[in-house]
């Protein structure tokens, strides 16, 4: 059994809540949402961050257009939404599995 928590939730060991699957990845709700729209999109690969996941680009371009769709099955395609990939303890990176959070639903402000 891995300890990565998010390994854990792709291998269905932790419920979450799922809102959208590709091949290769999988996108759920946050537990505890900074906005109306909080989705976490994360590869079913385990990779620590974007810059590791930023080795496989084919990888890294369908994480970000399944986002985009999260974004836009949300109704956020016309009023926007924001993608933030934390890298590293400054940004407060707490998950070390690559993750993408989809906010929005509300004005955001010039940085989260
Ligand atoms: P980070 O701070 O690493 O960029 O983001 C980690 C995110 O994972 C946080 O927004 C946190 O709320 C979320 N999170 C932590 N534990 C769980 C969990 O067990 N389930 C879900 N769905 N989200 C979680
Ligand atoms: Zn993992």
Do not use: W
């Not at 699957?21 to 989705?39: K, L, Y």
Request: aromatic fraction near 6%.
């Amino acid at each position: 059994m891995s300890d990565c928590l998010f390994c854990r939730i792709v291998a269905g060991e932790i419920p979450a809540t799922l809102v959208r699957e590709s091949e290769r990845t999988m996108a759920f709700r946050d537990i505890a949402p900074q906005a109306p729209t909080h989705v976490l999109v994360v590869p079913k690969d385990h990779y620590p961050d974007v810059a590791a996941l930023s080795a496989q680009p084919a990888l890294l371009a369908e994480l970000v257009e399944q986002a985009h769709q999260v974004a836009a099955d949300e109704g956020l395609g016309e009023r926007g939404y924001r993608l933030v990939f934390n890298t590293g303890a400054d940004a407060g990176q707490t998950v070390f599995h690559a993750h993408a959070h989809v906010l929005g639903g509300r004005a955001l402000g010039h940085l989260a």
